[in-house]
């Protein structure tokens, strides 16, 4: 059977998980709630307090499954993470290269210009599906000139402040993406530590998610 990327998220506080032969098993007071064998996941997040039994973390470890705790509110606890894979003498490549200043700096460029490729081309999108807005047109004329920027940076400090820029523009017009509910979503800047409204909550819980999706690929 084929994996296609699943996460399973259990968010039910009181919920337990243990294992069942080949499958993972999600309780509340002893009650069988969900199962599912551990062959059709990738990785589970739960939110809460209750835990897993070390069965159910041997499983996932055995699978290459992730498993990672968050707290009810969804900051991050823990990732449970089994014995270190791979090849031995890459990995000393690797953290050999991380030395390397200007290896470092070239790499920086790619991430920060593949995430401002990405921004530009959600707000194209919009423009495509919802017609002509200026504001929005104007940042993406923007991030087109930024990421030039970006790739011509001549140390981390400028490299961080042109990311910081096309961040800005971005989130300048983020608000012309939300097109239903506008006043129960209103959305005037990013912030964070703690957000501040109910779209910056769900941006950081999101974040949140997608880093330790990272951490997990770059671990294994």
């Known amino acids: 059977m ?12 009181e919920a337990y998980l243990s294992k069942d032969g080949l499958n993972v098993v999600v309780s509340v007071d002893i ?7 551990i062959m059709n996941v990738e990785s589970i997040v739960t939110f809460g307090y209750m835990g897993a039994s070390p069965g159910m973390m041997k499983l996932c470890m055995d699978n290459n499954v992730a498993l990672s705790f968050m707290t009810p509110q969804g900051r991050f606890i823990c990732r449970v993470q089994g014995a270190t894979r791979g090849n031995v003498l890459l990995r000393k490549k690797q953290y050999s290269l991380s030395e390397d200043k200007n290896i470092a700096l070239h790499m920086a460029k790619l991430f920060i210009t593949g995430k401002v490729y990405n921004t530009r081309s959600i707000l194209q999108r919009y423009i495509r599906d919802n017609g002509t807005d200026e504001e929005v047109e104007n940042v993406i004329k923007q991030l087109n000139w930024r990421k030039k920027r970006i790739m011509q940076a001549e140390n981390m400090d400028i490299l961080r ?6 961040a800005n523009a971005y989130f300048d017009v983020f608000s012309h993406l939300i097109l239903h509910q506008k006043d ?3 959305f005037d800047g990013r912030n964070r530590r703690p957000p501040k409204d109910e779209v910056n909550a769900m941006l950081s819980f999101v974040y949140t998610l997608i880093a330790n999706d990272v951490a997990q690929h770059l671990s294994r």
Request: charged share 30%.
């Open 2 to 13: 084929r994996k296609l990327l699943n996460t399973l998220y259990v968010t039910t506080p």
């Open 31 to 37: 009650e069988e709630l969900f199962r599912i064998p």
């Open 161 to 166: 402040g042109e990311e910081g820029y096309a």
């Open 184 to 186: 129960d979503f209103p």
